[in-house]
């Protein structure tokens, strides 16, 4: 076990934000930057980036399956984890690669645990079995800022269907799931303000990412 703690090797960052944050076009200039620098990337997506955790992708974004109970999509959402950590998050750290993860354990808390009101602690725990010890050694929460949230809000509240409206305080809820993650887990977990530009918001993630680099 410590050889293994010694050993260690490579880093783990994630990427976490609510759908349109940006997160893309980040992790890919992240990426160019980081290989430019001579490091060995390796760039996953959550859920899949393993043969199993894409079929289970495939499952759970499907729009067949819209009777999909929340502790099933719970489930789903962890087994793709614990198989991507296993077979590809573990060995490439070990190997000392760099590894950028397209959403992480932090989805989890706040998609199906602030989204879709299920216990924290139970999804604590559930992330906790299928990460094992592999958790990020830093996370990126792309947070858009608020006046461009609610002036989409305002735009959509008139003409918004129920569905609409569901779906805009789902999206209300999980950014505070992210800010609370956030607050729970300062050192880790950094808030990155996307009002400026690409280039400047890519600039504010090297920073925090080169203090991480081994
Ligand atoms: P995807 O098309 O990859 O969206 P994005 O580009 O926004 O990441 O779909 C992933 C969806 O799954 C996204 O809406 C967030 C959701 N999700 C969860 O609800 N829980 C999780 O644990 C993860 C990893 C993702």
Known sequence: MGTLTEAKRGRLITFEGIDGSGKTTQIQLLHQWLEAEGYDVLLLREPGGTPIGEQIR????SV?????????????FEAARAQLVK?????????GRIVICDRFMD???????YGRGLDPDLVDRLNLLAVGDILPDLTIWLDAPDDAL???ISRRKDGADRLDREKESFRQR???????QC???????RRIDTSGS???????????VRRTLP
């Open 198 to 208: 690409k280039e400047e918001t890519a600039k504010l993630i090297e920073k925090l």
């Open 87 to 95: 077979e590809v998050i573990a060995p490439a750290l070990d190997e």
């Open 183 to 189: 607050e729970a887990y300062p050192e880790r977990i």
């Open 150 to 152: 609610f002036r989409r």
């Open 174 to 180: 999980t950014i505070q799931g992210f800010l609370k």
């Open 107 to 113: 989805s989890t808390v706040a998609y199906q645990g």
């Open 64 to 76: 067949n399956n819209t009777d999909m109970s929340a502790v099933t999509e719970l489930l789903l």
């Open 58 to 61: 495939d499952i759970l974004l």
